[in-house]
């Protein structure tokens, strides 16, 4: 993550910082000996990082400054060689291919796909299906068996045949044997493309159909359709079934005890609070993010969309994680079409409906640099994969005698002898029909070769691409030398750590803190009687066990060094050992046992090493950057400095 956040960074304060000036003035602003950079140049990029919001502004001399240590650290790196590394190289590869992304899509399906998206997240499908298992690499004559088998299902099914009973007579699903084929409701992206498609298109109580996906052949029967139960927001009270979590061997009992004070009338938000389990949204009184249908285990999804008004409660019920007191906080329909647009992009990029764009994309590039095809030649491959294939053990040699073109893109010939390579390197164990094999490497072969070609001609064609390649070039062997040199030599240098530590010592102090217990009791009562049992001498261990025998919720405590500050309760008792006074908050009865009061100390090095590491990392950058600019010469116009910040600031 902190490399990640690092390189935008590094893009954004550095974007173009190393492309040549297309201006006229050439006038050199910064030489550092081997690379100059012009006045227009810097001028450019200090304009460009001195807008916005994210950034504040700096002045000329500020920005120079930052800009030197980057152009030096970055020529460090390349002087050890870190951009020949590997692992480097790799990296890089892995950006790129991230950054070629929005270079390699077709706008117009995209926007296509958008809408249809759109327009059925306008509403809910209920369909029952049965599939016909089928294998992605089926050959030929399976293929065609099972589509006649889907064919008479379909007939069948039209002819009146109960769709339950079919299902769970012939469907390869395995629920089908429980649910007959009842898949409940979902909407855009819950299911494969085409067998969402298929819903979508059919119309209720009608037969679909049959459609191929990736798991075989389908014939569906839409059963409803209704306008979306759109999005709900809730908050919720867990009881985990797991007593690591819950620390209660009876999750309903405890349950039905919360329920009966949300009854009593005590708020639910504190309720959640205090109890809940679910620790990620207990400390938000227990809200949860806005879903909607599908996103849920069906019978939490059920309790939260049949509440019908804000602030309605359900009674406790159980699913599989334990059991649940859910709020309804608010309820929301579908969106604007512009408020999700961003969203349906990000789900269609995941999709499958995205291989529609991939094809849209490599048409384009075919019709724009001109595409020939040989495909008989491709049929040549047929009789040449034997079983050595799926042991592993084929190679190219196997097809020597092959050296005719295949296709051409571009300038580009690929001959047999590069398909004959690529089948060498990409072997299926995976024993299927030779044609059916061939045909799918061949097409993952010159779906992969066109795009290449694509992607090898960015640099060329798009200038801003070039630059941002440049900006993640510098990001990365930044990053990387800095790691080294600086966060994780701070991490791994104990000893110079540690002097670190002693030569700084006086900044890092403990305040006045204390040694305490917190006691949240359910009463007055309950607390008296805790109070009773550690002034008799009991442990806290055994004072829990005995007051929550009747009731789990009548007593918990928390122990630690405080600060002021740091816990409500403790800021409002007096700082001397022993037993504090009441404190009511919440709703409950607080009190606080002070075992020490510990005066004002020097902190050791374990108890703030993330602090003294951080302070010890920014020295190391320091000094870094004072040898670094020791022992590289570089000069600054100061003429065209003073210009620039009359210009500039």
């Known amino acids: 993550m902190r490399k990640l956040k690092y390189l935008i960074v590094v893009a954004f304060l550095f974007s173009v910082a190393t492309v040549q000036a297309q201006s006229k003035d050439s006038d050199v602003f910064i030489d550092f000996g081997d690379e100059k950079i012009t006045k227009a140049e810097f001028k450019r990029v200090y304009q460009k990082n001195n807008s916005g919001e994210i950034i504040s502004k700096s002045t000329v001399d500020e920005y120079l400054d930052l800009y030197i240590n980057f152009k030096l650290k970055v020529k460090e790196a390349v002087s050890l060689g870190m951009d020949k590394d590997p692992a480097f190289i790799k990296e890089l590869s892995g950006y790129r291919k991230q950054l070629a992304q929005p270079y390699l899509t077709a706008d117009g399906i995209i926007e296509e796909l958008k809408k249809e998206a759109y327009d059925r997240l306008m509403y809910d499908v209920k369909a029952s299906h049965i599939l016909i298992k089928l294998d992605q690499d089926a050959s030929p004559e399976d293929t065609a068996a099972a589509y006649k088998r889907a064919i008479r299902v379909k007939k069948n099914l039209e002819n009146g045949q109960d769709f339950e009973l079919m299902a769970k007579q012939y469907s390869d699903d395995p629920s089908a044997k429980t649910n007959g084929g009842n898949l409940g409701y979902f909407t855009s992206f819950y299911m494969v493309y085409p067998f969402e498609s298929a819903a979508y298109n059919t119309e209720v109580g009608k037969i679909s159909e049959v459609v191929r996906t990736q798991f075989g052949y389908h014939v569906l029967k839409v059963v409803d359709k209704r306008p979306s139960v759109g999005n709900i927001e809730v908050a919720h009270i867990l009881i985990s079934n797991d007593q690591e979590l819950s620390k209660t061997d009876d999750p309903e009992g405890k349950i039905k005890e919360i329920y009966a004070k949300i009854e009593q009338g005590e708020k639910f938000e504190d309720l959640a609070a205090q109890f809940s389990d679910d620790t990620r949204s207990s400390d938000r009184g227990g809200l949860l993010p806005m879903f909607g249908v599908g996103r849920m285990v069906p019978e939490f999804e059920k309790a939260a969309f049949d509440l019908k008004q804000d602030g309605d409660i359900s009674k406790p019920f159980a699913t599989p994680y334990g059991w649940h007191i859910v709020k309804r906080v608010k309820h929301a329909p579908i969106g604007s079409y512009e408020s999700v647009e961003a969203e349906l992009i990000q789900k269609i990029k995941k999709d499958s409906r995205a291989n529609l764009s991939q094809a849209t994309v490599i048409n384009k590039i075919k019709n724009q640099y001109g595409f020939d095809e040989n495909v008989k030649e491709r049929d040549d491959f047929y009789k040449l994969i034997d079983s050595s294939y799926f042991k592993g053990e084929w190679t190219a040699e196997a097809a020597k005698g092959l050296t005719k073109e295949i296709f051409k893109i571009g300038d580009k010939s690929v001959s047999q002898q590069d398909f004959a390579f690529y089948l060498q390197n990409n072997k299926s164990k995976k024993v299927i029909d030779s044609r059916v094999l061939v045909n799918a490497r061949y097409d993952a072969f010159k779906r992969a070769t066109i795009l290449d070609y694509k992607n090898r001609k960015l640099d060329e064609e798009y200038p801003d691409f070039r630059y941002l390649m440049q900006e993640y070039h510098d990001g990365i062997l930044l990053f990387n030398l800095t790691d080294e040199l600086v966060w994780s030599k701070a991490v791994k240098d104990t000893t110079g750590l540690q002097a670190f530590y002693n030569s700084n010592k006086e900044n890092y102090k403990w305040d006045k803190r204390v040694d305490a217990v917190v006691f949240s009791a359910l009463n007055k009562e309950v607390s008296g009687s805790v109070k009773k049992m550690l002034k008799a001498g ?54 606080v046992q002070i075992v020490e009061v510990i005066e004002p100390t020097y902190k050791t090095l374990d108890d703030s090493r993330g602090l003294i590491t951080s302070d010890y990392q920014n020295f190391l950058e320091k000094e870094w950057i004072q040898s670094l600019r020791s022992k590289n010469k570089f000069e600054v116009d100061k003429k065209i400095l003073k210009e620039l910040k009359s210009e500039l600031n």
């Open 538 to 591: 009991k442990d806290v261990k055994e004072i829990m066990e005995e007051i929550n025998r009747s009731s789990q919720l009548n007593l918990r405590y928390e122990t630690k060094k405080y600060l002021k500050g740091e816990n409500e309760v403790v800021d409002q008792v007096k700082w001397e050992k022993g037993i504090s006074e009441n404190v009511s908050l919440n709703g409950r009865v607080h009190f």
